[in-house]
Structure formats: structure tokens, C-alpha cells
């Protein structure tokens, strides 16, 4: 329902809207605390136009879809995403999704996606991503950037490699890692019930389950063993009750070593996402994700610089997605600034304990006022919505 906030500053509410304008104006009354740029997705507008129907779209469904693309990105989006992993987009063809993202074009904006394989069929979802992005002639942005799966692990280099060489081609490309050896998501994405797979059922750790809240926080191999049934049935058993299709879980599927990989490629950025609101124990990446790579990935393992990693997160980013006048301490630019120590900053969410706030983060400005004052939130609320207008790539 696009009228219902599942995540972020409109997390849980009902609110009218239909539109990217409606959008703003609510989430611009709860007073953001932070700068929000807005993607329009694929699965939005997919189910918009035919619901889950598992087929293409008739000319007419597409018609729509690409309508509503159009219309977001005529109010301020920054750019067309998928997630070709999850329902519906799943069940789209290569050429829709050229198609939709095509769109983007006149306004210079991007094409972001989660793509659809990070495993077994990595290195053909990366052709697919390159082709939409040179079919469609626009920017393209690999989120979270991986290899799942153990018998995939490596395969980050080989991935790279087919960017690299479109970058050389004079493809615009872009990715973002996050540093963590695990992801997360809904649960029901994860597993076909006809053929439960065992190995990824034995990396599952419950994030939140509100069918069975006292399973939130532990690895499914546990659960099942402490009610004696197999780890595989567990599954099943979780999906096909009462909501379980919210069931978030987080999936141990990383190589340390490929996130290592992947932070010391240049210009590899840094992202996280996840749902803030969500009950029981989530992926601590909600917290931590930025004073780790500072605190782990520069100060402890020497991976990237300092400045290298300040770089990665504010103005590269912010000239990727368009952000004009951020990303830069500069005059004439936004004071959106972070005053951190850089010998004490550190994560401190762990799985167990996740809503842990960082160490060593001093002070939060945004747009020119306090937001964060010695770890305290002082109720600011002077984030905006910001409205993507041309792209600054290559400024």
C-alpha cells in the first residue's frame, strides 16, 4: 500500500498520499531529524499497476508503471531502484526493467538495485545490471555489493572485475558495501516452501517474528532443536503461520574477507538499510554501520583511510546521488557535519544487543543546527527532504 509507511520516517503510520509530494508533505510534518533523498522502486509501482501477478505486463500495466516512474522523478527522486530478489520485481524480465529505467534518463538520475542473484548466479546478475544500465543509458548503483553464500565467496573480485572494465568503457557505475558478514531481510524472500534449502536454514537467526515473539534473537537450527523437529519444518512452520510472512531474519551468508575485498576497491561506498522501528532484535547495521568502518575497517585493520573513508561516506555519495552543495566542508555548503573522535569511535550493536548507540560520536549538525549533542538527541528536527534536480557526477 504506497499510502503506508513500512520503514523509515513514516514507519508503521497510515497517511494519504499517492505521490511523491504527498510523501514529503507527511513525512515533512513529523519534523525529520536527518536529510532524506528518496528512490521510487520498482516493486511499488509493479504492484501499483498488476499486483503480484507473476508474469510480464501487458502494455498497458507497463504504461502505468512507467507513469508513476516519471511522476516521482518529475518530484524530486533521485533515481529508479529495484530489488529483483524480492516479490513482485522477481518475476520481471530483463526488458521491463530497461524499460522503467529508462525514465530516468532525461532527468540524469540513476538506476539503483539490489540485484537478482547475490549467490550462485552473482557474476550473470551483474551482466544483467550492466546491460540495463547501458540499454537504458543511465547511471547504474549496485547496493550491498556481495557473495552469498560460501560456495560464492571470492567471487566479489571477479564481480569487480566486470565493473572495472565497464568503468573503462565509460560506463558510469557505482556500488556500496556494508560491513557485516550477514544481511537480513524478510524471511519469506529467502526460502521456497516446496524445497526448503537446509544450508541457508542453518545461518537463519530470527531478527523479529511477531507469529512467535519468543523466537526473536535465535539461530532457527536452535529453535528447532529445542522443540525437537527439523531445522528445515522450522521454517515451514514459522512462514505458513499467522503473519509469518513478517518474519525478518538475518542470514549469516558473508566472507569477512569479501567485505574486506570490497571496502578497499576504490570508490566503494558505504550503505546500510533495515526498518527502525521493527520489533524484537534487528540487524545491528541500523546502529553501527558507519563508526564501524571507522572504528574496525580504519582504525583497527587498516583497510582504507581515514580520509578515504570520510570521502566514501559523505562526498561521494552525495555527488553520486546528486546531493548539490553536501558532502563537502566547504562555504557556500549545507552544514551537515559529524564531529567524531577518531581514536575512540566504535560500534557498540552486536545481534545479541543491537539498539546500542556508537561511541565517540561528539556532536551531529544538520543543516546548520545541533541534533546530536554528547549523545543526547536534542529534538532538532531540522532535516529536509531534499528534491533531486540535475546530477552532480563528475562535478
Not at 108 to 135: F, K, P, Q, S, W
Not at 347 to 366: F, N, R, S
Not at 376 to 385: L, P
Amino acid at each position: 500500500d504506497p499510502s503506508r509507511g513500512s520503514g523509515g520516517i513514516l514507519a508503521g503510520l497510515e497517511n494519504e498520499f499517492t505521490d511523491l509530494d504527498g510523501y514529503f508533505d507527511a513525512a515533512l510534518k513529523r519534523r525529520p531529524a536527518i536529510n532524506n533523498m528518496m528512490l521510487v522502486g520498482h516493486n511499488t509501482v509493479r504492484t501499483l499497476a498488476m499486483g503480484y501477478e507473476q508474469r510480464a505486463p501487458t502494455d498497458t500495466e507497463l504504461r502505468k508503471m512507467k507513469d508513476a516512474v516519471e511522476l516521482a522523478l518529475e518530484q524530486g527522486a533521485c533515481g529508479f531502484s529495484t530489488g529483483l530478489i524480492y516479490r513482485p520485481g522477481r518475476w520481471s524480465e530483463t526488458g521491463e526493467v530497461i524499460e522503467l529505467a529508462r525514465a530516468a534518463k532525461p532527468y540524469d538520475a540513476l538506476y539503483t538495485t539490489h540485484m537478482r542473484n547475490e549467490g550462485d548466479y552473482l557474476l550473470e546478475a551483474v551482466d544483467e545490471t550492466l546491460t540495463i544500465g547501458r540499454e537504458s543509458d543511465v547511471h547504474v548503483h549496485i547496493s550491498h555489493h556481495k557473495s552469498a553464500g560460501k560456495p560464492n565467496w571470492g567471487k566479489v573480485r571477479d564481480s569487480l572485475a566486470k565493473v572495472e572494465d565497464a568503468l573503462a568503457k565509460g560506463q558510469r557505475v557505482s556500488l556500496d558495501v556494508y560491513p557485516y558478514t550477514a544481511g537480513s531481510g524478510r524471511m519469506i524472500e529467502y526460502f521456497n516452501l516446496d524445497r526448503v534449502s537446509r544450508d541457508l536454514a542453518e545461518v537463519i537467526r530470527i531478527a523479529s517474528c511477531p507469529a512467535f515473539r519468543e523466537y526473536e534473537g535465535r539461530m532457527l537450527v536452535d529453535i528447532a532443536a529445542s522443540e525437537g523437529v527439523d531445522v528445515t519444518e522450522m521454517v515451514k512452520k514459522i512462514l505458513t503461520a499467522p503473519k509469518g510472512d513478517r518474519t525478518i531474519c538475518i542470514q549469516f551468508i558473508i566472507d569477512e574477507a569479501d567485505v574486506e575485498t570490497n571496502l578497499a576497491w576504490h570508490d566503494m561506498m558505504v550503505g546500510s538499510d533495515g526498518i527502525p522501528d521493527l520489533n524484537g532484535k534487528p540487524h545491528p547495521r541500523l546502529f553501527g554501520t558507519f563508526p564501524r568502518v571507522l572504528g574496525h575497517y580504519v582504525r583497527e585493520r587498516g583497510i582504507l583511510s581515514l580520509p578515504e573513508a570520510v570521502r566514501r561516506m559523505t562526498s561521494l555519495s552525495a555527488r553520486t546521488f546528486g546531493m548539490i552543495d553536501r558532502g563537502l566542508v566547504r562555504e557556500g555548503c549545507f552544514a551537515d557535519l559529524v564531529l567524531f573522535d577518531p581514536e575512540t569511535i566504535s560500534d557498540t550493536a552486536t545481534y545479541d544487543d543491537p539498539k546500542q548507540e556508537a561511541q565517540g560520536i561528539k556532536l551531529v549538525i544538520v543543516n546548520g543546527e545541533i541534533a546530536l549533542d554528547a549523545g543526547r538527541h536534542t529534538g532538532a528536527g531540522s532535516g529536509k527532504m531534499l528534491r533531486y534536480r540535475r546530477s552532480a557526477w563528475g562535478e
